[in-house]
C-alpha cells in the first residue's frame, strides 16, 4: 500500500533485532534507532498487509507518554530528530515519524503486564478459576468489570513467533531478584495509574497495558520500547464503555473480528487483509492518537 511502510532496511547500519512491529538498529555503542512499522499482528502472527501511518501513529503515542512519565522513571527515548543520523535522503523521507533514538540498555526479561479491568485472558481465567493470573478474585464480577484495584500480572517474553507465559510475582523475582522485581511492580502500578487518570479525562479507559524495561551500566531501571500505545494497551471510548459486554477499542479489533471469521488455523502464514477491514483499524489508530494528544 501507499505511504505504508512493512519491510525496513538502511544501508550502514547494522540491525540488530526483527520483531513484529520494531526494528532495531545500531547506531554506535551508546544508541539505538527504533523504526516502527506499520506491521500488525494477531494472535501473535504478522499479518501480511501493512496498516498504512500505523508506525508513526505507534510512535507519536509513546513519546507523548515518555514525555508525560519522566517524573516518575526514567525512559530510554533521546530525540525523534533523524536528520543528523547517516541516512540517505530517500531512508529519511521513508522513516520520517516513525523513529525514536534510544539509549542502549539491558532489556528485562519480563513484560510488566497492569490490569484494571477484567477482560481478553484474564476474564477467560476468572471463568475458569475465579482467579486472574493466580490472583483470586471476588465471585460475581462481569466482562469488563472495573477492578478496585489494578493487577500485576507478569509474564516472560517470548520469541517471535511464540506466545508469551504468563508467571506469577514469585518468579519475576526469581529472573531478577527481590530488590528489582518489587521496583518493576510497583513502577509498573503507578505508571498506569497515572495514565488511566490521564487518559479517562480524555474520553479513553485505558483496560490494561504492558511495559518493557531496561537496566544502564549502573543497574538504573528505565522504561523502554513502547508506552500505552492500542498496540501495547485496551483502550476503551468510555461513552461506550457497558460492563457486561466488550467495548469497541481503538485497535485492532477490526482485525480480530474479521479474523475470527475466517478458516484460518491462527498459524503463520496470516490472511490478507480487505481495503475496509485496513482502512477501519486505520481510522481507529488516528482516533486515539487525536483524542488522547489533542481532544
Known amino acids: 500500500m501507499e505511504n505504508s511502510l512493512f519491510e525496513t532496511q538502511i544501508n550502514g547500519l547494522k540491525q540488530i533485532s526483527a520483531g513484529k512491529v520494531r526494528n532495531i538498529f545500531e547506531l554506535d555503542d551508546q544508541r539505538l534507532l527504533i523504526v516502527t512499522s506499520d506491521r500488525i499482528s494477531a494472535f501473535d502472527v504478522v499479518l501480511p498487509t501493512p496498516v498504512p501511518e500505523k508506525g508513526s501513529v505507534l510512535t507519536s503515542v509513546s513519546c507523548f507518554w515518555f514525555e508525560k512519565t519522566r517524573s516518575i522513571i526514567k525512559n530510554h527515548l533521546i530525540s525523534t530528530d533523524i536528520s543528523v543520523l547517516p541516512l540517505s535522503d530517500d531512508e529519511k523521507t521513508q522513516l520520517e515519524g516513525r523513529c525514536m533514538v534510544v539509549k542502549k540498555l539491558k532489556p528485562l526479561p519480563v513484560e510488566a503486564i497492569v490490569r484494571g479491568y477484567i477482560v481478553g485472558s484474564g476474564w477467560k481465567d476468572y471463568q475458569k478459576s475465579g482467579r486472574v493470573c493466580g490472583i483470586e478474585l471476588p465471585s460475581g ?72 524495561f531496561g537496566l544502564d551500566d549502573a543497574n538504573q531501571l528505565y522504561l523502554i520500547d513502547e508506552a500505552l500505545t492500542p498496540d501495547s494497551s485496551r483502550f476503551w471510548p468510555m461513552d461506550q464503555y457497558q460492563p457486561g459486554v466488550s467495548p469497541p477499542s481503538f485497535d485492532k479489533q477490526y482485525i480480530r473480528d474479521y479474523l475470527e471469521t475466517l478458516d484460518w488455523n491462527k498459524q503463520a502464514p496470516g490472511p490478507e487483509l480487505p481495503d475496509d477491514i485496513i482502512e477501519n483499524t486505520c481510522n481507529k489508530y488516528k482516533e486515539a492518537e487525536s483524542q488522547l494528544i489533542n481532544g
Open 141 to 212: 464480577l462481569s466482562l469488563a468489570d472495573k477492578l478496585e484495584a489494578p493487577l500485576y500480572t507478569p509474564s516472560t517474553k517470548a520469541d517471535m513467533g511464540d506466545h508469551d507465559e504468563n508467571i506469577d510475582f514469585e518468579k519475576t523475582i526469581d529472573l531478577l531478584g527481590e530488590d528489582l522485581a518489587t521496583q518493576v511492580k510497583n513502577v509498573s502500578l503507578e505508571l498506569y495509574c497515572y495514565a488511566r487518570d490521564f487518559a479517562a479525562k480524555k474520553g479513553i479507559i485505558i483496560a490494561d497495558t504492558k511495559f518493557e
